[in-house]
Nanobody, 126 residues
Framework: QVQLVESGGGSVQAGGSLRLSCAASGYTHSSVCMGWFRQAPGKEREGVATITTRGSTTYAASVKGRFTISQDNAKNTLYLQMNNLKPEDTAMYYC????????????????????WGQGTQVTVSS
């Protein structure tokens, strides 16, 4: 059974940093698309960053240059380093995985990703 467990959320002031982790278990696959998504109250879930097993990444324009997605394949762990956080980054952050995959995308997360974690809250105060 595929399990994704996020951690590392919290409350920070604007300009601060957080590092999210997502521990994955219950599967072995040669090529996995993984991503971070977020959802603020009253808003749709949106893509933040994605990464393939080979290390190809994509970022939302709103986080480019501030956030970095990475993975440790040996530990089956996905990370999101978030720097220079802004109040508009406040949201529940979710880790997601999909395999096999045809496109590793930020779009239509609910449709394109089969597996989801429970989420971790990030709150940025001004």
């Amino acid at each position: 059974q595929v399990q994704l467990v996020e951690s590392g959320g919290g409350s920070v002031q604007a300009g601060g940093s957080l590092r999210l982790s997502c521990a994955a278990s219950g599967y072995t696959h040669s090529s996995v698309c993984m991503g971070w998504f977020r959802q603020a109250p009253g808003k749709e879930r949106e893509g933040v960053a994605t990464i393939t097993t080979r290390g190809s990444t994509t970022y939302a324009a709103s986080v480019k240059g501030r956030f970095t997605i990475s993975q440790d394949n040996a530990k089956n762990t996905l990370y999101l380093q978030m720097n220079n956080l802004k109040p508009e980054d406040t949201a529940m952050y979710y880790c997601a995985a999909d395999f096999p995959w045809t496109i590793c995308t930020l779009r239509d997360p609910i449709r394109n990703y089969r597996y989801w974690g429970q989420g971790t809250q990030v709150t940025v105060s001004s």
